[in-house]
DNA sequence: ATAAAAACTTTACGCGCGTTAAGTTTTGAT
DNA sequence: ATCAAAACTTAACGCGCGTAAAGTTTTTAT
């Protein structure tokens, strides 16, 4: 069996011409049945795929789609990232996975080399506050792009994340009606435009319950939410900041950080008698299910949000990257019981 | 200011012809300081780069290298990921990061489609046992690859990972000598080669210390080993089959669901008087410092492992993509003592 | 059966760059 | 100043494929 070098030889061995074949490898449902057949057929006789190279140099589209996410170590955002890159791969798209590990520098090097893949279209979580919104925009007046988890005001073709406000007031009515109104917990300078939300939901649902809100700011820079509330928590704990004996943190990574701290000091957490705190959180981060006790938590709907995000992408590459209005879709949270509150 | 377009026109604004240029952009010392000074001049009034596909197509060899890890949910990898990533960075490659996410069929495809992207070489961390040997002994024929994390035997120019012996002796001798002798908890059948050589370290360092190696075997399939561990841990814990106070998980994210179970029954686990159970791991998992209690582990040195492996890549590459002989390099572990043990 | 439409074939050019060959200029050592 | 070596320039071909134009065959509709 000879070597298949290029689509000229591939065409010879089927019996094609090298147009035809161009167009098969196109799109299959091009060419006529009996084609179709006669080139399948040699698909199988000899091992030959174009050159996605020489490809890409000459579609003015390539099929290439950008995954960016902001932090990879987090396991929320391998979870969405896998079902993103799933749902391409089965649309015929080859993606690429960036994580711009929390740094504004890394997240501009992706956006810019992803240029020079020339995708057709991006799925971008950025940082948030430590965007170069700047340079997302530029990036975003040349390629199609769809802004998730994360929103910059204006940027990007549309916007898909999780509605804050759901999460919020699910966790702060459920937490009110078995108990005593939480607390908030959270970094002082958030990461992410989400946070802010969230403490805006916790106050507004507080209020509107005739509650007073409690905002918990601890100090902090960067990614490693876990160690920050952590050592936030100890402080609190410590320094007796508590109003109440519930608290509510800002995401489930802090919340790790609290519950750590909660051990250390012989805080007994959870929703029984024998607890002296409750606490929950929101994020529905997959290691949640393994923390001591087990927190309680809204959870992202994953799969809606990166399923949208996908079929808005392929929206929007259909559409020849432009939408004639910027759309944003948040889906709501659903909250998890467990033991921590 | 007008759009350049090619290289040709580069090549014309910058007063250079253009395979100069071309040179240039190919290792900027191979010309005349004069010259190169006149190109980066240009460089800096005009925004070019060259098309990545044309050069890609043209070049034998590509500046691509393939990140392959099975598991990106595992932070562990993600860690190993980022700082494999930046090296390749850092040298003038192009990094593309894969994860097989637990299966087989997916790094299948990974190591499909990075051969059509032609890379300069791969990095790969397989599967283990869930790896598809011939298909991967396949790839290794055809592309320079380096295995990293998971060994498996003959495969590769090279393996570079941790030396399970150092870790298990550490960890054993250490619990031995501050207390009872440890069982061995790990996954009947273990995903990876290295659980193999865990316990068969466990086994004879304990023998070594005339003690009776006890091993738990505990069932579950595929990559949630958070849950298989709590699981089994609570079958473990009611059935009382542990000889000792003392417990040596063979991994982190085994040990964090072994904690889990512990706390849900209420069994205290720590070094001092007033626990009840001892546990330590291996590992050095990024949220090990967050379990509760923080768990004592044998860590990976993560910089050693990933630096060599990159530097063993590229001393493949430039040895033209064959070693006369296949080295394993292994680093052995630094012991973190933490509270669970 | 017949004509129009659809799908195909052949031919040929272009994409942007790597690379080579032959000739020219610059460099640096003597 | 002289000359060989080094670095450059011009010219041209090739990579593998997209794609357009013109002509031919097959399909579909009437």
């Not at 996605?52 to 589209?61: M, P, T």
């Not at 320094?239 to 990574?253: F, G």
Request: with cysteine; proline share 5%; aromatic share 10%.
């Amino acid at each position: 069996m000879t070597k298949i070098k290029n689509m000229e030889e591939f065409a010879a061995v089927s019996g094609i011409s090298r147009p035809t074949v161009s167009k098969y490898f196109h799109d299959p449902d091009s060419v006529r049945a009996t084609t179709r057949a006669r080139i399948e057929e040699a698909l199988e006789r000899f091992d030959y795929r174009p050159n996605i190279f020489a490809v890409n140099q000459n579609r003015k589209l390539t099929k290439n789609i950008g995954i960016v996410v902001p932090y990879l170590a987090d396991p929320f955002f391998v979870e969405i990232a896998r079902y993103l890159e799933q749902s391409c791969i089965a649309a015929g798209y080859r993606p690429s996975l960036f994580s711009s590990h929390g740094e504004q520098k890394l997240e501009n090097e992706i956006l810019d080399s992803l240029r020079s893949l020339k995708p057709a279209g991006v799925l971008l979580a950025p940082l948030g506050r430590a965007s170069d919104r700047s340079q997302i925009e530029k990036f975003c007046e040349n390629v199609p792009t769809i802004l998730f988890d994360s929103n910059l005001e204006g940027l990007g073709a549309a916007f898909v994340g999780s509605d804050n406000f759901s999460f919020v007031s699910q966790t702060v009515e459920y937490m009110t009606r078995t108990g005593e109104p939480p607390s908030f917990f959270e970094m002082r300078t958030p990461a992410n435009p989400n946070a802010n939300k969230r403490r805006k939901a916790y106050i507004e649902v507080m209020e509107r319950h005739g509650f007073e809100p409690h905002v918990i700011k601890i100090d902090g820079e960067g990614w490693a939410f876990e160690e920050i509330g952590r050592q936030g928590a100890a402080r609190v704990l410590e320094r007796q900041e508590l109003k109440t004996n519930s608290v509510l943190c800002s995401n489930d990574r802090l919340a790790i950080g609290f519950l750590s701290a909660c051990y250390e000091q012989g805080i007994r957490v959870g929703r029984t008698a024998d607890c002296a705190l409750r606490v929950a959180s929101n994020d529905g981060h997959p290691f949640a299910r393994f923390t001591c006790p087990s927190l309680t938590t809204a959870a992202h709907d994953y799969d809606n949000v990166a399923g949208r995000s996908v079929e808005t992408l392929f929206e929007l590459i259909e559409s020849g990257g432009k939408f004639s209005n910027r759309a944003e879709t948040l889906f709501p949270a659903r909250l998890v019981l467990r033991e921590s509150a």
